[in-house]
């Protein structure tokens, strides 16, 4: 059975940092785009990041470039998030997703474009 798991969310004060991680188990991670999404109390669910199967293509959404780096470790089957600076804002849950794609082929930060999605961790910024 394929399945990404988050992890890594938790509590952090205002310009701390936090790394998030999506294992996945039950599918090759290499062949697949993945996107970090996150969805705050009442608002649209958000594309921030995304990376090719390669590594060598990433797509950060405005909110986040210049803070956010996305990376991942395809001997482990592990795509990472590295949070920094973070803002009140940045409160939400995070989610993982996958999508089949071509091994250098950026994903898109658009929610339906991706088949696979985690349950999602809980980024807390407050003082």
């Known amino acids: 059975q394929s399945q990404l798991v988050e992890s890594g969310g938790g509590l952090v004060q205002p310009g701390g940092s936090l790394r998030l991680s999506c294992a996945a188990t039950?599918?090759?991670?290499?062949?697949?785009?993945i996107g970090w999404f996150r969805q705050a109390p009442g608002k649209e669910r958000e594309g921030i990041s995304s990376i090719s199967g390669s590594g060598e293509c990433t797509n950060y959404a405005d909110s986040v470039k210049g803070r956010f780096t996305i990376s991942r470790d395809n001997a482990k089957n592990t795509v990472y998030l590295e949070m920094n600076s973070l803002k009140p804002e940045d409160t939400a849950i995070y989610y993982c997703a996958a999508r089949k794609a071509a091994f250098n082929m950026c994903g898109l930060l658009i929610p339906i474009s991706y088949t696979d999605w985690g349950q999602g961790t809980q980024v807390t910024v407050s003082s």
């Open positions: 039950g599918f090759t991670l290499e062949h697949y785009a």
